[in-house]
Structures are given as structure tokens and as C-alpha cells.
Nanobody, 127 residues
């Protein structure tokens, strides 16, 4: 059963921007971590942004730091990934995920602790 649904992917030229959205279903499992992962062809899935559900603690992978921003709208049950200064290395399928194990001072990209996933949205960046 799919508990999350991503949208907002597409094709963009290098240095462009995209905003991904993720909507949670009403029956989503309990969570306190909200994250975005991505998987490029031939590569392992990697975490790029994660946020504690209170919105006060977030961290990013080195590859996207200062370019991507994770945010949420708790009232709407949605979270977002604002991506700027995109480059071809950002081309991947992007997934949102929710899980447990985060705290006010601790967030993580440990995949097995994320038990709600979307089906992904494709981002393609051309040079």
C-alpha cells in the first residue's frame, strides 16, 4: 500500500529549479522523520534531505547542501523539496519517505527505518 505520493518532477536545464511535493495519505504510519531520497540509473539510492517533523532540525547530503531545501505544510499533510541550481548529476528518481527514529537534535538517512514511501517522481537535468 502506497502511503505517499510525489509530484513536481520533470525536465529542466542546468542551473534551473524545481519544487517537488509529497502528500501523505490519511492512513500513513506514525513518523517523525520526513525525508527525500533519490536514485540515479546504475547507482544506489541515497538520502538527500531529511527533517524532524517539528520542522526545526534538517540536514542535507553534501551533494545538495545550499541548493536544496526541505520544508513541510503540516496542516495539509505535505512536504516539499525546493531544488535550485540543478545540474545533470541531480538527474534521478526522487522519492519521499516517512519513518521513525528522529529526534529534536537527530535526523538520519537510515533507509530501513523509513516504512512509508512514495513511488517516485523523475527529475532530469540537461546540460
Amino acid at each position: 500500500q502506497v502511503h505517499l505520493r510525489e509530484s513536481g518532477g520533470g525536465s529542466v536545464q542546468a542551473e534551473g529549479s524545481l519544487r517537488l511535493s509529497c502528500e501523505g495519505s490519511a492512513d500513513i504510519k506514525p513518523f517523525n522523520c520526513i525525508a527525500w531520497f533519490r536514485q540515479a540509473p546504475g547507482k544506489e539510492r541515497e538520502g538527500v534531505a531529511v527533517m524532524y517533523s517539528d520542522g526545526k532540525k534538517a540536514t542535507y547530503s553534501d551533494s545538495v547542501k545550499n541548493r536544496f531545501t526541505i520544508s513541510q505544510d503540516k496542516a495539509k499533510g505535505m512536504w516539499f523539496l525546493q531544488m535550485t541550481r540543478l545540474n545533470p548529476e541531480d538527474t534521478a528518481m526522487y522519492y519521499c519517505a516517512a519513518g521513525l527514529g528522529c529526534g529534536a537534535g537527530y535526523v538520519h538517512f537510515t533507509e530501513h527505518l523509513y516504512d512509508s514511501w512514495g513511488q517516485g517522481t523523475q527529475v532530469t537535468v540537461s546540460s
